[in-house]
């Protein structure tokens, strides 16, 4: 079946480090990709995505690069701030069926001032 | 811009009981999607609904049901809770299952 593997966690970094979260998948096809951040008490935000390879994703200076030829995701920030940490997730959209998201376990990020 | 709405935000019954969780999704979305998350886990896929019929299930126990309704809500039927279902359910929506899903805050459900 499709899975999605992140570094574990939990990470933590200074203010203004640059910020490498790894996250693989194994899907049929070629699904969409997605990463979703979660503060704490709250729900899950979309962060950004891909829906296809060599596409870059980004967001509030966060990217992702879809690489099809190492079936890599990974989520890089060249310098983080206090109001990054949270937990994030990698996620992967099944083509087939109702398409449903398959989530990484999940790297809680902590930055330190 | 208008977020899906989830109720209650929190809920505590007890071991046996029902309970009964409501998700609002964005207006115009035709999709519903539920999700479970562990204390410390990654959101598990339990049941999708498109324009109202029942469209993929995961791992969803047989004491749960679920339905979409004629304007789109969609109910979440607990019934003979357990301990181990305590957890955060999420329900997200999306335009057709193409799209990307937006997520509600939540449901965090505590079974004593």
């Known amino acids: 079946g499709n899975s999605v593997t992140q570094m574990e966690g939990p990470v933590t970094l200074s203010e203004e480090a640059f910020l490498t979260i790894n996250c693989t998948y194994t899907?049929?096809?070629?699904?969409?990709l997605f990463w979703y951040v979660q503060y704490p008490g709250e729900g899950l935000q979309l962060l950004l995505k891909?829906?296809?390879?060599?596409d870059k994703g980004s967001n509030k200076g966060f990217e992702a690069t879809y690489r099809k030829e190492t079936t890599s995701f990974h989520l890089e920030k060249g310098s983080v701030q206090v109001s990054d940490s949270a937990v994030y997730f990698c996620?992967?959209?099944?083509?087939?069926?109702?398409?449903?998201?398959?989530f990484g376990q999940g790297t809680r990020l902590t930055i330190n001032p | 811009a208008a977020g899906v709405i989830q109720s209650p935000r929190h809920l505590i019954k007890e071991k046996r009981e029902t309970a009964t969780l409501k998700c609002y999704p964005i207006?115009?979305?035709?999709?519903v999607y539920w999700y479970q998350q562990g204390p410390g886990q990654d959101p598990q896929f339990l049941i999708s609904?498109?324009?109202?019929?029942?469209?993929d299930k995961g791992s969803i126990p047989d004491r749960f049901s679920a339905q979409q309704f004629s304007d789109y809500h969609s109910e979440l039927n607990m019934s003979s809770l357990e301990l181990g279902d305590s957890a955060l359910y999420f329900c997200?929506?999306?335009?057709?299952?193409?799209?990307?899903?937006?997520f509600g805050p939540g449901t965090r459900l505590t079974v004593t």
């Open positions: 997200a929506s999306s335009l057709s299952r193409r799209y990307e899903q937006y």
């Open positions: 899907a049929t096809g070629y699904p969409s």
């Open positions: 891909a829906t296809k390879a060599d």
């Open positions: 996620a992967l959209r099944e083509i087939q069926g109702a398409q449903k998201l398959v």
């Open positions: 207006p115009r979305h035709d999709t």
């Open positions: 609904f498109y324009e109202k019929m029942q469209s």
